[in-house]
């Protein structure tokens, strides 16, 4: 089979074509500025050990959390759809399901339960600005939460990380 080229992966395409972390994303928008999340350093060193999917949950989530930080505190995130039976959905949980699967989960403009499971390689979000319900006094911010806990449970493995290294004898 001399001449034919293997069959790659978009990650491994990635892995190997890895730019240094100031060039590896860049969001311009018309006010001339870089409206990219901030990527956390030790989120992107441990890049090279996440699957695709958790991978693009971490990301997911700093984009929802910035998105979040622009509304005003009477209006909530929610995802839109691009077909049109689809509408919108309240976002309430993001996963991620290894090697390849990522999930959103909410609730659509009825109130009815709705999840979202997509494919890395199809991976297509579209984030809206929607009131919040007037029942609720305070407009919910998932992304802030999921970040937060990204944030817990890194800090717990470091601890971890600590405690073992502690542990071995010299």
Do not use: C
């Amino acid at each position: 089979m001399t001449g034919q080229s293997e069959t790659h992966t978009t990650a491994d395409a990635m892995e190997a074509n890895a730019l240094p972390p100031e060039l590896r994303a860049r969001e311009m928008r018309a006010d001339g500025k870089d409206h990219t999340p901030p990527m956390p350093e030790k989120l992107a060193r441990a890049a090279k050990q996440m699957s695709a999917a958790e991978w693009a949950h971490r990301r997911l989530v700093l984009y929802l959390k910035a998105f979040e930080e622009t509304l005003d505190p009477e209006q909530e995130a929610a995802m839109g759809f691009t077909d049109a039976a689809g509408g919108l959905m309240r976002i309430e949980g993001l996963g991620f399901h290894a090697p390849d699967i990522v999930t959103f989960s909410g609730v659509d403009g009825a109130g009815m339960r709705v999840q979202s499971i997509q494919h890395v390689s199809q991976l297509n979000v579209l984030l809206r600005a929607v009131p919040r319900p007037t029942d609720r006094p305070e407009a919910q911010r998932i992304g802030f939460r999921l970040a937060r806990a990204l944030e817990e449970e890194e800090a717990a493995e470091s601890a971890a990380d600590l405690d073992a290294t502690s542990d071995t004898p010299v």
